[in-house]
């Protein structure tokens, strides 16, 4: 799909590239793949293993920017218009119209794609109610004045995900398959995870490969054309990555910041992002011809997406050259190796051997009363390995861990969503994770564990051992899921 070049050829030297990987690696971010393209050709590809070019990573938010595409073909259908109003094409979602806002009643498509919208929107995971599109336009109270405050309205987007279904009677994949990815012979494994009463999930659940996104990035480079073929109205492609509306009410100083389109960021540099939660980042810098791909779980790092850009812009932008360098076998080989060496982060610290490792093996704690519903724990080491094992409401857990590198397990706790979103069942499915340990001081040790699987989060706990007894913290991010393991307790030697 995308010819690889190296570096020089592209117009940035080797050891750049190879700078910018250390940075990312320097600040602990637990990133999974980086791509760079220019000209459509690709001169960067890196994956942290176990991450590889064929996973389908969730993209989170990223997905929203689909959408907004798929808007835009529906205009071009004459299907649509960004002027109507959101509540008269979902008169059948609508319990009482009477009860509708009048702000919410003259809410348009357009400031729907530009987010500013009445706002005031509900969290549909903790709602019975199933359809979130039904949920959208129930009990509001209209907090804004449509078309004023821009304010970050993920509702918003899955109602405009909605519309397309309803408009083109497929789901949201199929009809950009249809019309997009067809085309252009990417997206082949993706597909989008879907809501209680089976709509796409189209504001969060797109999985596909870091090379989609690339893929999808250049379509709108190239204002909607693919190997000379027109796929998206070019006019619409302008608007859409352009700046509609300011967003510095909300996000003043952040590196998106620069305003925003139609589902779309825009950055310095005069460039459009696609963003999405835990540092999914798809960034397009048409005056230097240049794409930036990156997929991680930052979730947890508030200043994560500051320094990945900022770095980005750093390393490579602003040091990129409008023509090719001379050849650099010898930093090519480097970052080469470098970049086959990439593992996902894990926790690293003292000897494996260090003392505390013998006073705590195979010795049961019994737990104080807690919001996590631990009753018990206790560390079993076996060489470079271990288990943390401990009892919880759903019995007894087994969590194996690495010693200052992970080892990759299914998460014992049992209950979480799959294919759709917010459903919650006992039925044996478990997440794929990476577990590492380390002893970070005489009488401390913290354990991490990732979720690196359809949904992504993590949580660090650590345990202070004094006496005969452990202080314990337990510290989670995650998107509807391990909120048992967040909280503080005692546990003492039995």
């Known amino acids: 799909m995308f010819e690889k070049i190296t570096p020089e050829a592209a117009g ?119 359809d979130r599109t039904h949920i959208y336009f129930s009990n509001r109270r209209g907090a804004n004045v449509a078309g004023g405050l821009w304010k970050y309205d993920s509702g918003g987007s899955q109602v405009l995900s909605s519309l397309v279904e309803k408009l083109t009677g497929m789901p949201l994949f199929d009809f950009l398959h249809k019309r997009l990815f067809s085309h252009m012979g990417t997206f082949k494994t993706a597909r989008i995870l879907k809501t209680p009463n089976g709509d796409s999930w189209g504001d969060s659940a797109m999985l596909c490969t870091a090379r989609d996104m690339a893929s999808f990035a250049q379509l709108l480079m190239n204002g909607g054309s693919w190997d000379g073929k027109q796929l998206i109205d070019e006019a619409y492609v302008a608007k859409a990555t352009s700046k509609l509306v300011d967003n510095s009410e909300a996000k003043e100083g952040h590196v998106f910041g620069h305003g925003y389109g139609y589902q779309i960021w825009r950055t310095a540099r005069d460039g459009f992002a696609f963003v999405g939660m835990g540092g999914q980042i798809t960034l397009v810098i048409p005056s230097k011809r240049l794409i930036f791909v990156i997929n991680a779980d930052t979730q947890g790092n508030d200043s994560a997406y500051d320094i990945i850009v900022n770095g980005f812009f750093s390393f490579i932008v602003d040091r990129i050259s409008d023509s090719p360098l001379p050849d650099a076998p010898s930093e090519y080989e480097v970052l080469e190796n470098t970049i086959s060496g990439l593992e996902l982060f894990a926790l690293k610290g003292m000897d494996i051997n260090c003392p505390l490792r013998e006073r705590i093996h195979n010795v049961t704690y019994i737990c104080e009363p807690n919001r996590l519903g631990i009753t018990d724990l206790s560390f079993v080491f076996d060489g470079d390995r271990g288990e943390f094992r401990y009892t919880n409401q759903q019995g007894a857990k087994i969590l194996p861990f690495g010693i200052n590198k992970n080892v990759f397990v299914k998460f014992p706790e049992l209950g979480y969503s799959d294919e759709v979103g917010r459903e919650v069942t006992t039925n044996g499915h478990t997440y794929s994770s990476a577990v590492s340990l380390r002893f970070t001081e005489a009488g401390k040790l913290q354990i991490k564990v990732q979720i690196i699987d359809k949904y992504f989060g993590n949580f660090l706990a650590t345990f202070a051992f004094v006496g005969n007894e452990i202080s314990c913290d337990f510290i989670a991010t995650a998107e509807n899921f391990l909120q048992k393991y967040s909280g503080s307790f005692v546990a003492k030697r039995m």
Request: aromatic share 12%.
């Open 12 to 130: 940035i030297s080797s050891s750049e590239i190879k700078r910018y990987i250390d940075y990312l690696n320097d600040n602990s971010y637990s990133i999974h793949s980086l791509l760079m393209l220019r000209d459509g050709n690709l001169f960067t590809e890196a994956y942290w293993k176990p991450f590889n070019k064929d996973f389908c990573h969730r993209q989170y938010s990223q997905t929203k920017s689909f959408v907004g595409i798929a808007i835009g073909l529906l205009v071009s259908d004459g299907a649509l218009s960004l002027d109507d109003k959101i509540v008269d094409l979902f008169p059948e979602k609508i319990d009482d119209y009477g009860a509708i806002p009048e702000r919410l009643k003259v809410q348009t498509v357009r400031q729907m794609l530009t987010m500013t919208t009445v706002g005031d929107h509900r969290c549909w995971f903790g709602e019975t109610d199933p």
